[in-house]
């Protein structure tokens, strides 16, 4: 089983991959466009996830892997 969406927004990673495509991997612009993020957060680190690796189902992450991918990262705003 792995994550494969923002549930907040119901945004699939397959629809933020390819407007990554567009704006490139700023978490900012991508919420922005697709509201992915906006809601609870919990989605951000498999966005960053998807977005480092390009798969667009993962796995679950451990709470390590969660605090590393969010290292510096400020959340967009709601």
């Given at each position: 089983?792995?994550?494969?969406?923002?549930?907040?927004?119901?945004?699939?990673?397959?629809?933020?991959?390819?407007?990554?495509?567009?704006?490139?991997?700023?978490?900012?612009?991508?919420?922005?466009?697709?509201?992915?993020?906006?809601?609870?957060?919990?989605?951000?680190?498999?966005?960053?996830?998807?977005?480092?690796?390009?798969?667009?189902?993962?796995?679950?992450?451990?709470?390590?892997?969660i605090?590393?991918?969010?290292?510096?990262?400020?959340?967009?705003?709601?």
């Open positions: 089983m792995g994550v494969n969406r923002c549930i907040c927004r119901n945004v699939p990673f397959t629809q933020i991959a390819l407007v990554a495509r567009e704006v490139g991997n700023d978490l900012a612009k991508l919420s922005e466009k697709t509201g992915c993020g906006t809601g609870c957060g919990m989605c951000l680190p498999y966005v960053k996830h998807m977005l480092r690796t390009g798969l667009t189902t993962v796995p679950v992450l451990s709470h390590h892997e605090a590393e991918l969010m290292k510096g990262q400020q959340v967009p705003p709601k």
